[in-house]
């Protein structure tokens, strides 16, 4: 597969950095996201969707993770959105579907690192599933109305949903490391939803992680490219004992090493997006591997790029910090380097 955007996609990207230009991290930019129509892209074309694939989903990402905007495209577009998608039922598609895609309605996906799993548990009555039970760090669950929930039922996942604000749900704000994207912990106590999952609720459920993981990385890509070029740009003005200190050979190995890990897990990334329509198992592979080389890369361009900045570098007014808080977090939201680790790691030892 070509590890490369095709037009569309590239055109994609530079109409929305050209939008996104003077806007910085913990910008709210979710009006912008809105008029240029990118909740549609992950939605399917029949419920109000673009239909688009993973790439153009990576290529929105990306460009996100350049500047740290706020915006509901992860939690609800992609994360509850594709949940439905892929593991809810015709009947949940047809009814929440459009209104994510138009932005009507901003859902989150309460479930842990791995999909198919939860701290939620079910019991089903016909179409009601009660609730019971907690899930920590909740992405976009404080600015949502909808919560599409997977919980553990008597014979394995279920998929609800149930309005944020119901009886027996309580949301609860979370101090994270990342100052631009907010974590809740959600608390269920015998909340009444409605049951959405569709047939083969596991199976779906970890396609979307592999989605969401590919999605994840991206966005890594894009924050580790943008303090790549932050760096560059403080070395070529920069100067010291009468020369710009990116001529000295110790910044020029340092950028070097960071333009290396970043080239390195942007073709991780592209090889993953472009594997969407691979088989689960082998998409779950690629999206493990690119999360690895993209988390790296990003917490190491993050570290590097505050130490050749010197001590502006370390100051709460340059961005900097929040680059490296936002890659430490992305680093562990959806398990952390080891768990990936050992999933590319079982399917080397598997071989062909």
């Known amino acids: 597969m070509a590890l490369e955007l095709t037009v569309e996609q590239a055109d994609l990207r530079d109409a929305l950095r050209r939008a996104l230009a003077g806007t910085g991290p913990g910008d709210d930019v979710s009006g912008l996201v809105g008029q240029m129509g990118l909740l549609e892209i992950p939605i399917p074309e029949q419920y109000g969707g673009a239909g688009y694939g ?12 350049r500047t740290l905007g706020r915006a509901p495209f992860l939690p609800s577009a992609v994360r509850a959105g594709w949940a439905l998608a892929l593991a809810g039922s015709p009947d949940s598609r047809a009814r929440y579907l459009p209104g994510i895609a138009a932005g009507t309605s901003l859902a989150a996906l309460v479930t842990g690192p791995r999909f198919a799993d939860s701290g939620v548990t079910a ?3 016909g179409d009601t599933l009660t609730l019971s039970g907690s899930q920590p760090a909740v ?9 599409v929930v997977v919980a553990v039922g008597r ?4 998929l609800a949903v149930i309005e944020a604000d119901a009886d027996g749900v309580a949301l609860h704000p979370r101090e994270s490391l990342d100052l631009t994207r907010s974590l809740t912990t959600v608390d269920f106590d015998g909340a009444q939803a409605s049951a959405v999952g569709g047939p083969g609720v596991r199976e779906g459920l970890e396609r979307v992680e592999a989605f969401c993981l590919t999605a994840l990385a991206a966005e890594e890509v894009g924050a580790a490219r943008r303090c790549l070029e ?11 004992f009468g020369r710009v200190i990116g001529s000295f050979q110790a910044i020029k190995h340092r950028l070097v090493d960071m333009y290396v890990a970043v080239e390195l897990a942007e073709a991780a990334v592209l090889d993953a997006a472009g594997s969407d329509d691979l088989p689960t198992a082998e998409l779950a592979v690629a999206a493990a591997t690119a999360q690895v080389l993209a988390s790296r890369a990003a917490v190491y361009a993050a570290e590097e790029s505050i130490q050749v900045h010197g001590g502006i570098g370390f ?12 890659a430490k977090t992305d680093q562990l939201i959806l398990g952390d380097i080891p768990v990936h680790a050992e999933t590319v790691a079982a399917a080397l030892l598997e071989g062909p």
């Open 54 to 65: 993973l790439k153009d989903v990576a290529v929105v990402m990306g460009e996100l993770g």
């Open 123 to 125: 019991v089903r009555t």
């Open 139 to 147: 992405i976009g669950a404080e600015e949502c109305d909808l919560l």
């Open 155 to 158: 014979e394995g996942p279920e």
């Open 230 to 240: 932050l760096s560059v740009d403080h070395c070529s003005s920069r100067e010291q």
């Open 315 to 326: 100051t709460w007014e340059h961005p900097l910090h929040h680059y490296f808080r936002r």
